[in-house]
T-cell receptor, first 110, second 112 residues
Framework: DAGVTQSPTHLIKTRGQQVTLRCSPK?????VSWYQQALGQGPQFIFQ???????QRGNFPDRFSGHQFPNYSSELNVNALLLGDSALYLC?????????FGPGTRLTVL | GENVEQHPSTLSVQEGDSAVIKCTYS??????FPWYKQELGKRPQLIID?????GEKKDQRIAVTLNKTAKHFSLHITETQPEDSAVYFC???????????FGKGTKLSVIP
């Protein structure tokens, strides 16, 4: 049984560029949440997707957007990258409750 | 919104001793309280969780207690081992919400 997977593992971008991160949920899960984890901090909620729609959003600007596909996989898009967007981006999948995390994508913005 | 405070930020214990990490939360509507363990460079891993209708839950060397009146919950690890060394995060989910709100984490070091 495959767990939550994310791609790519690492990514380096420059300011102003755009990035797309991908997440495949654990088998049987239909909900995907995205979190940003800065170094030395706890994860911060970006948004959650369920039934291909954004169900709840955290305190992040519109530069952060997402999508969920019919197979429940999800993408996180970040436009106009800032230095402060450098972080570990985690997705978590769930089905009616407990969230299980993927290994994350380490984004570095130069 | 929900605010979660976690203490201590760092904790060192001798192997075999117990470790206790405490979290307080602000939203009395919170009804789900998971704990995650994150080793360096790895994903947060769920180790135990508790719901608001339960006061205590145990799983081998790990236990979580919840005091809804005081709005705090604690993680207890007994007979600590070097492989327990990691950063531990508490989190809450208010009723009607899907968002995990995390504490800032506790770095636990178990000294052999």
């Amino acid at each position: 049984d495959a767990g939550v997977t994310q791609s790519p593992t690492h990514l380096i971008k420059t300011r102003g560029q755009q990035v797309t991160l991908r997440c495949s949920p654990k088998s049987g899960h239909d909900t995907v949440s995205w979190y940003q984890q800065a170094l030395g901090q706890g994860p911060q909620f970006i948004f959650q997707y369920y039934e291909e729609e954004e169900r709840q959003r955290g305190n992040f600007p519109d530069r952060f957007s997402g999508h969920q596909f019919p197979n429940y996989s999800s993408e996180l898009n970040v436009n106009a990258l800032l230095l402060g967007d450098s972080a570990l981006y985690l997705c978590a999948s769930s089905r009616e409750g407990t969230q299980y995390f993927g290994p994350g994508t380490r984004l570095t913005v130069l | 919104g929900e605010n979660v405070e976690q203490h201590p930020s760092t904790l060192s214990v001798q192997e075999g001793d117990s470790a206790v990490i405490k979290c307080t939360y602000s939203d009395s509507a919170s009804n789900y309280f998971p704990w995650y363990k994150q080793e360096l460079g790895k994903r947060p891993q769920l180790i135990i969780d508790i719901r608001s209708n339960v006061g205590e839950k145990k799983d081998q060397r790990i236990a979580v207690t919840l005091n809804k009146t005081a709005k705090h919950f604690s993680l207890h690890i007994t007979e600590t081992q070097p492989e327990d060394s990691a950063v531990y995060f508490c989190a809450t989910v208010p009723a009607g919400s899907y968002q995990l709100t995390f504490g800032k984490g506790t770095k636990l070091s178990v000294i052999p």
